[in-house]
């Protein structure tokens, strides 16, 4: 049934991005028959056993693998990651209060316009005056704000926190773009959400995972279809949740478990990121886009110091079966967004390609 002669591609776009082909097995066939059920993934009922087991089974692999407090819960809502930074201040922004935002990218941005129309935004932080290519360090969060918000990880620049801002007042983070790629500790935030179609699964789900203890302090009347807290205590069913990017979700954490969950990933995702920032910094004619101490692992950006080489260059990478790494069109050159399922070999690829570049250009 499965097609075994597709064509090799080595697929770096930022997202929706590559997943392991074992879950793209799976999940095709479960289309088909939802294990021997008889029945597809897509015509079964959100409240039926086989769904809320597949529910919960994301919900506690999402918890185990990123070593979450027992008592934090996890939801899977549609919207993406951009319906989360309204979210945010509607379910944590007191009627009258204040938040405290970084800036540090195009996400990070939208997140501060969105808290602005229901408050008060202290932006403590901004990378704004590069171009985003940095993460701001050293900064001070007022102790009277009711949250902290930042990007973990800047998927359009290139910037990542290698370390987390030490904060007064909880802890709100959008990891969108670097979630279990690397450990983390749960317990020192408030809220994580992501969008899932960057390292968790296909587009569609958004998963927020909370410490149900921070929620409900606002004093807004919130709508129940906003209402985190609401969400929670139905646990992610209040209505329909989009199925079937939660069960492919819950495949590729299943997948990231027997592949030596968020430490392996970390290992495997720190020796791509080795293998290509060494060629950009050894090969004379790249040229990294960022500060070398803020690099994001996920998505490494860099560019051709003589740009009017690129047509050349992208011939040969096309050639070589690479797909994805043009730019993000407000920064240009290029982006080789590594999540976790592309492999070393792919990486090496593009090495490859960029040193036969530097020797017929050199
Ligand atoms: C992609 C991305 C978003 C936007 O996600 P949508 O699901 O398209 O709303 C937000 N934040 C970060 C860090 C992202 O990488």
Same mark, same amino acid.
Do not use: L, W
């Given at each position: 049934m499965? /097609?075994?002669?597709?064509k090799k591609v080595h697929n770096y776009s930022a997202g929706p991005c590559i997943l392991p082909k074992e879950v793209f097995e799976k999940a095709a066939a479960a289309v088909l028959d939802l294990d021997g059920s008889g029945l597809s993934i897509l015509e079964i009922s959100?409240?039926?056993?086989?769904?809320?087991?597949?529910?919960a089974k994301a919900q506690a692999l999402v918890k185990e693998l990123l070593g979450a407090p027992d008592h934090y819960q996890v939801v899977f809502l549609g919207g993406g990651a951009s319906l989360g930074f309204h979210l945010v201040p509607v379910n944590y922004l007191r009627e009258g209060g204040k938040a405290a935002y970084a800036n540090t990218g195009e996400w990070a941005g939208r997140a501060v316009k969105e808290a602005r129309s229901h408050g008060t935004v202290d932006v403590v932080a901004?990378?704004?005056?590069? /171009?985003? /290519?940095?993460?701001?360090?050293?900064?001070?969060?007022?102790n009277d704000a009711d949250y902290f918000h930042f990007t973990s990880n /800047?998927?359009?620049?290139?910037?990542?926190?290698?370390?987390?801002?030490?904060?007064?007042?909880p802890v709100i983070c959008d990891m969108?773009?670097?979630?279990f790629s690397r450990q983390v500790d749960p317990s020192e935030f408030a809220l994580i959400y992501a969008g899932a179609q960057k390292n968790m699964g296909p587009a569609g789900a958004t998963m927020y995972l909370m410490d149900p203890e921070k929620l409900g302090h606002t004093g807004r009347k919130i709508s129940p279809i906003l209402d985190l807290k609401n969400h929670a205590a139905k646990d992610s069913m209040y209505n329909t949740p989009p199925v079937y990017a939660v069960y492919v979700s819950m495949l590729n954490l299943e997948w990231l478990k027997a592949n030596g969950g968020v430490r392996g990933a970390e290992e495997r995702n720190a020796a791509?990121?080795?293998a290509l920032y060494e060629a950009i910094d050894r090969l004379p004619l790249f040229t990294g886009t960022t500060e070398m101490e803020d690099r994001s692992t996920m998505n490494p950006t860099f560019v051709l110091k003589d740009a009017s080489l690129e047509p050349a260059f992208d011939a040969l990478w096309k050639e070589a079966?690479?797909?994805?790494?043009?730019?993000?069109?407000?920064?240009g050159g290029y982006r080789a967004s590594m999540y976790n399922a592309l492999p070393l070999e792919s990486v090496m690829v593009l090495v490859e390609v960029m040193e036969e570049f530097s020797k017929k250009n050199g």
């Open positions: 499965m /097609n075994t002669t597709v959100h409240r039926s056993k086989a769904f809320e087991e597949i529910m901004s990378s704004e005056d590069r /171009n985003f /290519n940095y993460i701001p360090k050293g900064f001070t969060i007022p /800047n998927t359009i620049f290139g910037t990542q926190y290698k370390a987390f801002p030490k904060s007064p007042v969108s773009s670097d979630i791509k990121a080795h079966g690479i797909s994805g790494i043009r730019g993000h069109r407000s920064v």
